[in-house]
């Protein structure tokens, strides 16, 4: 090769070197300048080369931590970021939010009990019994129809020889005091002088004896089990009554359940054509309109059950289904207390009266049913006073969070809830008693409802999770 083309390629060389150096410098003076630790970009060597910046390869959504104003930092005023969340409205109704306002007021303190919803012991049931021997010959009523006092029940042919028997002497002096009236109508029409006054005496002696003797027999037969217009009917018809017609009987107490008193078929253990014996339980009826509470109770609540009673505390109690309580009554006075303490259990018993209430009411065909919103054999939970508190922060008990010996409330703070720490006096299933401290004041706005989930979401936030606040302009 000639000397002149080997100088021209050792010249091109040498320039080609020199732009790449060039190049290198330029890209570094300006991540320098930049702050950059980093390698050149194409964009550097293209500001190196006085040309436009090259474009990034992948687009920053506006809020993802990129595009912060100007001293812009993440803690809120007003409230410690680590202790605090801002929760959307969506998110405050999934948690079921509900707002409390606090305020001072008069607490007292109650004792929770359990207790079942039980029958009146000799009041509730009537037993409806056979009065005479026979054979149902008709059963009006079916299991569970709901009754009116007087209304038929059964129909009962009559093999009683006692009742038979009753009835036909009653029926033979029947006869005899017709017999001996007539006598006395015709002695009395005949001409005085022409018989004896003595015949005439003796025969108003005879019906004298009859009428006792009638009376007396009529009030066997309603012993037997007649009621006065059966009897009626024999001196009517002049008949021995075959049949007799067993009816619903009435209250014994006035019903504060409405104005007509109604009974249930709670059993039935007869069957049409069945020969039955005096005596003998045709079917049991039951009064629902009231019931008792019986409440169970250690020694150690004994003194302050019977203080309660004495004063005539207003009981209130909740019905339990399953997991759930559902508010039942309030106001509910304990009646008695059972003077005896079980052996084994070391527990007693008290007693409420409840009221009831019909739920539903329907006929079917002839018949109807009704349906009692408190049942026996229910389950309840008591809530008995006993003790009075003054000026005391009473919030809900679901608006405290447990979190071993920590208790917090949630404030809301503007469009966040800051977590409170409190000094919780007294709790129960309803509600939490806060010390006046100063870390909970008067008129203050907590969560009645979703504290849990507040707390669980702002401790998922401080394990590491995902920032609800990244990005966003406050």
Not at 18 to 34: E, K, M, P, Y
Not at 338 to 360: C, G, K
Not at 387 to 415: D, H, I, K, T
């Amino acid at each position: 090769m000639p000397a002149r083309t080997t100088s021209t390629l050792i010249g091109w060389t040498i320039i080609i070197v020199s732009i790449v150096v060039g190049l290198a410098g330029g890209a570094w003076l300006i991540a320098s300048r930049n702050g950059s630790s980093g390698e050149p970009t194409a964009a550097d060597f293209a500001a190196a080369l006085g040309g436009k910046p090259v474009e990034d390869d992948h687009d920053h959504a506006p809020g993802d931590g990129h595009d912060h104003a100007e001293g812009e930092g993440h803690d809120h005023a007003g409230h410690d970021e680590g202790n605090s969340l801002e929760l959307s409205p969506q998110a405050l109704k999934n948690i079921g939010y509900e707002p409390f306002t606090v305020a001072a007021r008069d607490f007292e303190r109650k004792i929770s009990l359990p207790g079942m919803i039980v029958e009146r012991p000799g009041k509730t049931q009537y037993r409806v019994s056979a009065p005479l021997g026979g054979v149902v010959t008709k059963v009006h009523v079916i299991e569970g129809e709901t009754v009116a006092v007087g209304q038929p029940l059964f129909d009962v042919r009559l093999t009683h020889e006692e009742l038979v028997s009753a009835q036909g002497e009653y029926l033979k002096t029947l006869e005899e005091l017709d017999v001996v009236n007539r006598e006395i109508e015709r002695l009395e029409a005949l001409t005085e002088g022409v018989i004896p006054g003595s015949r005439l005496r003796d025969q108003k002696y005879e019906r004298q004896k009859l009428e006792a003797l009638l009376r007396a027999q009529r009030q066997s037969l309603l012993l037997h089990g007649l009621s006065d217009a059966e009897v009626d009917e024999i001196v009517k018809t002049r008949l021995l009554l075959q049949s007799l017609t067993i009816k619903a009987p009435p209250h014994d107490e006035q019903c504060d359940c409405g104005d007509e008193q109604l009974l249930h078929v709670q059993s039935l253990p007869v069957e049409r054509g069945q020969q039955v014996e005096a005596g003998a339980t045709l079917c049991v009826l039951a009064d629902h309109c009231k019931l008792y509470i019986e409440g169970t109770a250690f020694e150690e609540d004994a003194t302050q059950i019977r203080d309660a009673a004495s004063r005539g505390a207003a009981v209130s109690a909740d019905l339990l289904v399953r997991d759930s309580r559902e508010p039942m009554l309030e106001g509910l006075k304990i009646l008695y207390l059972s003077d005896q303490v079980d052996r084994d259990s070391r527990a007693f018993h008290f007693y409420l009266t409840l009221p009831n209430e019909i739920a539903l009411d329907r006929k079917e065909g002839e018949h109807r049913f009704m349906q009692w919103k408190f049942k026996p054999g229910q389950r309840v939970e008591l809530r008995v006073p006993v003790e009075q508190w003054e000026s005391r922060l009473v919030v809900p008990a679901e608006a405290v969070v447990s979190e071993g010996a920590e208790a917090y409330v949630f404030q809301q703070n503007g469009s966040h809830f800051d977590r409170v720490p409190v000094h919780v006096e007294y709790r129960d299933q309803q509600s939490a008693v806060i010390a006046a401290d100063g870390a909970l004041k008067p008129k203050a706005v907590i969560a009645a409802r979703g504290a849990f989930q507040m707390n669980l979401d702002l401790k998922n936030k401080a394990g590491g999770g995902v920032d609800a606040h990244a990005g966003h302009s406050h």
